[in-house]
């Protein structure tokens, strides 16, 4: 299975340097970092599961099928896994828009690769004493093993998909995890829960459960099976365990401090990455405003319109010469406002979520950026330590040694999980833009048949005319 | 140039000038776009009865606006445009043009001519001038006048304008009109030595002239009774009332023309009312479309510089980049072609308040009409009470024979004899003042056929332009957005 065999890759990409596939694999296991489930940053103070049993022979399987020898050929199957893996959510029971259908048929191609179906829908408003909140609930289907039923439903509020977020992002560091929607969106808000907004969120809480279940690491991640299956008073449980407060609270007093020290040297290839990352954020985010610019303006465009063909039907009381010519351009002038009606609602479901998602993508990036250095920096702040203290060199250079690993699976980690990225980053651009034109064509067409058909009428009964005066 | 009779009453009659030729109209403009809608077809047959010195056909454009400064009345410096305009003669056999005059105009001197044809024409619908100041723009429009795409615009209406004149069957052949296109000096003395604003009745002017006519429209007539013979009408209520006016009151035909007149005033007003709707309607659209088409734009930009960190896309986003670039100023040329779609139903915004001062002046035949009635009737009675010696009505002079003493027969028979003149001159003028009612009913009615059926073609084809318009601008989408997608397609 596509899933299982890319997880295994990852776990061999950033373990062991040297060791060949399935050796690595099980050896991989055993440490303490490198697991594909536990997550590649050693540090990660929980969530250290074991290793899905199954998992194992399908990857042998995979390999085989693939018959590799190289890692970098690893990456390249990698992404090629990727780019079979369909990164519009699919799902059995969400409704679907015509676009969506096209990106389903793809997958179905595939049907045996995905194992982890997961949907949100059912938006249902909850209130207490103290508070309002909406839940939402998420149906899951599997046929894997680890889970222990093949069916769950569960009702979760954003507070927990924070949670998940925040755990996947502590688990594995460099991994770049889908972004969560907004916490709420300040701008334009009149009321804090409109049916707009909820299903806006709704639609990308399904993007963002359906992108973890796609990614090769995450999907094994025991958060996320926890997030799925368990039932509310087991999550908040679950969600008890783990670092405490202090302890947390001490990391990110850590991290303040390594990121205040700064990246002594970055390696050539990150520093390419964050350039991209810094470019990409910023025209990404150009674009998204562009786009809700172009919305906006068809919104207006369209009051306008439904003023315009009434008028010609008003002027045609007076005209009684001129009524047909009057009553079929305000009907052509109508037929084109329900046109332009679908033109906005295409744009707005195949554009503007995609585009706001790699917005937020690009936040997430810089965020994994960061993370990496900070991890460098720890390398890098032991390392001077080293050069400059002369008491503990043993334990020193015994940490540093750790350290070391955990760089480089960090890095390698998050090389492998770019080009992932990027490679879905361009599959859905470019699906999201080609789109948005084939939604323009479709309008066009459909305004030149109405105008076509009106001209056709009248130049026809200007022939009928011009032939009963001959007579 | 015959000068018109002193006597307000009369029509005035402008001199007749020798024909323009049968088919003035369909004359080519050199600039162009606007000829289509001037092609009306030629005066109607039997019109020209009078000499034909001008059996060739004419062309006349408005072809040049320039922007001039001079001295105005009060000796201040003043911009202002001039308009040249071009009269050309075309020989039969080989169609070539020969240019036969070519002056420069002013927007006042338009307005100049215009105001002596609705004095001298007062039955006709006369042709309207273009906007003295931009109304109903959309926001890139400028509102300026000194604006070249204002001027432009303003250069087609004028010429527009001259093409209607010289196509009307009647308004051709005014000499003014002929003077107007080819005497540059001096023509405004002319016309004002015709002293058409003397005879201009100032009540038309009067924007809220309602004339307290009685009669508007024999509508109770019409409405209840359809019949010539009632005539319980108005304040004409008398039982020996003046025969002239109650027999014209049983004629159908005039009864009829009445109504006709009360019908056109609301049509025009509502004419008036929805065109002016509908073009800010329209205004309001074209500013929508062009916001969204502008914003386009940037995604040009914003393509081209993503373009420059993308290996695989790179190509793909720069050239769709390039597309957006054409789709977002495909709005400017679209939006020009609309405005002289616009410009083309402000003309007949304009025509309404053509009709209104037809009706209007209807209006005022009638009152002034009725004003000679009343004034005839109340003389008869006077006369009759003289006669009698019976005081049916208050009057003063009766009340002052009672006060002061009755006067002598003498007195009395002399005032009689005066009355009986007045009331001969009376009958004789309300007479002819009827006559020239009905002549101007029946002349006016012929002009507002012709105009009706000028404007059902020319709006028919105006709407049809607007959909010729409508799928231009679709094809031009359809082709954008397909080589966009084309590009998407390969990123």
Redesign the interface.
Known sequence: MGTLGGAGLAAAACGARTLGMEGERRASQARSSGLPAGGAGGESPGGDAPLPGSSGSSALLQAEVLDLDEDEDDLEVFSKDASLMDMNSFSPMMPTSPLSMINQVKFEDEPDLKDLFITVDEPESHVTTIETFITYRIITKTSRGEFDSSEFEVRRRYQDFLWLKEKLEEAHPTLIIPPLPEKFIVKGMVERFNDDFIETRRKALHKFLNRIADHPTLTFNEDFKVFLTAQAWELSSHKKQGPGLFSRMGQTVRAVALSMRGVKSRPEEFMEMN??IE??SQ?IN??DK?SQ??YK??R??L???K??GP??I??SA??E??VD??K??AS?LDKCCKTTEERMSGLSEALLPVIHEYVLYSEMLMGVMKRRDQIQAELDSKVEALTSKKADTDLLTEEIGKLEDKVECANNALKADWERWKQNM?ND??SA??NM??E??H???Q??AT??S??TS??DLHLEEDSEDKL | MEQAPADRERLPQPAPLEPLGRRAAGLESVAGAEAERARDEGPGDGMMTENNFWLKKIEISVSEAEKRTGRNAMNMQETYTAYLIETRSVEHIDGQSVLTDSLWRRYSEFELLRNYLLVYYPHIVVPPLPEKRAEFVWHKLSADNMDPDFVERRRIGLENFLLRVASHPILCRDKIFYLFLTQEGNWKETVNETGFQLKADSRLKALNATFRVKNPDNSVIRRHFRSPLHTEVGGIRDGEGSECCRGDLRNDQRATGKWRFTELKH?SD??QS??S??LR??A??A???Y??YK??G??GR?FS??S??EK??GD?LQS?GHHMDVYASSIDDILEDEEHYADQLKEYLFYAEALRAVCRKHELTQYDLEMAAQDLASKKQQCEELATGTVRTFSLKGMTTKLFGQETPEQREARIKVLEEQINEGEQQLKSKNLEGREFVKNAWADIERF?EQK?RD??EA??S???M??SM??K??QV??N??EC??K?
Request: hydrophobic content about 45%; glycine content about 4%; aromatic content about 16%.
């Open positions: 350039n991209f470019i990409f025209k150009l674009i562009i610019r172009i303006e068809q207006e465009y009051d306008e319109m003023e315009y008028i010609h008003l002027w007076s005209e010469d001129l010519s009057l079929g351009v052509c361009q651009i470019k833009f080609t034109a084939e323009n064509i309008y066009y067409e305004c030149l105008w076509e009106f001209l009248q130049t | 049509y509502e004419l929805v065109i709707h509908l309607v329209r309001r659209v500013d929508r479309l916001g969204v914003v386009h940037n995604y914003v510089e993503w420059a960190i695989e896309m793909g769709a009706k059902n709006l028919k709407l049809i607007y959909a010729i409508q799928i679709c094809k989408g359809i957005w397909t966009a997608k998407f397609s990123m």
